[in-house]
Antibody
Framework: QLQLQESGPGLVKPSETLSLTCTVS??????????WGWIRQPPGKGLEWIGS???????YYNPSLKSRVTISVDTSKNQFSLKLSSVTAADTAVYYC???????????????WGQGTMVTVSS | DIQMTQSPSTLSASVGDRVTITCRAS??????LAWYQQKPGKAPKLLIY???SLESGVPSRFSGSGSGTEFTLTISSLQPDDFATYYC???????????FGGGTKVEIK
């Protein structure tokens, strides 16, 4: 059964770069049917898509975050990663990684999620 | 950008009730809509995709309908395990971003 697990620091200082990794187990990240995405949720608020990556390295980003976001993939480790630069308190959130279904033409829904990891931006 | 508006934001209901949640898109998204259930401290769970298709393993009391700009999620007979927050998500291919609705919390009456 496919599982996703986020890992990374739970505390990041303002103006620094948030870095998280998602490890995929029970299946291959190199599937033609899926992208792999990051979604975040500030405390008590709704969900925001950050971006998604294909095993080939092709990416889609949320335009509102695009200037600060880099998503990369390491197929040899079955992992993909998120970097968010110049963070502020507004970036404090639970960060989820998820499998993003792909039609071959466009992105669809998120069918499998990691448990999420809380990241707090504070000095 | 396509905005997704859910209503109501909170809903109080009893076990056995029929519950309907609405999601409206700011422009047509055809049937490119998904519904998720989220319980406190847990990741969202996919319930419905392509507006009305039931995800594998999801109880049949959940159903989705709609197209264009107006969509509904219906729970035919609310069960204790269904008290949670529900989100819609659009994935229209012509929109540069994927967006979620603001959520509907289903509470015990």
């Amino acid at each position: 059964q496919l599982q996703l697990q986020e890992s990374g620091p739970g505390l990041v200082k303002p103006s620094e770069t948030l870095s998280l990794t998602c490890t995929v187990s029970g299946g291959s990240i190199s599937s033609s049917s899926y992208y792999w995405g990051w979604i975040r949720q500030p405390p008590g608020k709704g969900l925001e898509w950050i971006g998604s990556i294909y095993y080939s390295g092709s990416t889609y980003y949320n335009p509102s975050l695009k200037s600060r976001v880099t998503i990369s993939v390491d197929t040899s480790k079955n992992q993909f990663s998120l970097k968010l630069s110049s963070v502020t308190a507004a970036d404090t959130a639970v960060y989820y990684c998820a499998r993003h279904r792909y039609s071959g033409y466009d992105l669809r829904d998120f069918d499998i999620w990691g448990q999420g990891t809380m990241v707090t931006v504070s000095s | 950008d396509i905005q997704m508006t859910q209503s109501p934001s909170t809903l109080s209901a009893s076990v056995g009730d029929r519950v309907t949640i609405t999601c409206r898109a700011s422009q047509s998204i055809s049937s490119w809509l998904a519904w998720y259930q989220q319980k406190p401290g847990k990741a969202p769970k996919l319930l419905i995709y392509k507006a009305s298709s039931l995800e594998s393993g999801v109880p049949s009391r959940f159903s989705g309908s709609g197209s264009g700009t107006e969509f509904t999620l219906t729970i035919s007979s609310l069960q204790p395990d269904d008290f949670a927050t529900y989100y819609c998500q659009q994935y229209n291919s012509y929109s540069p971003r994927l967006t979620f609705g603001g959520g509907t919390k289903v509470e015990i009456k």
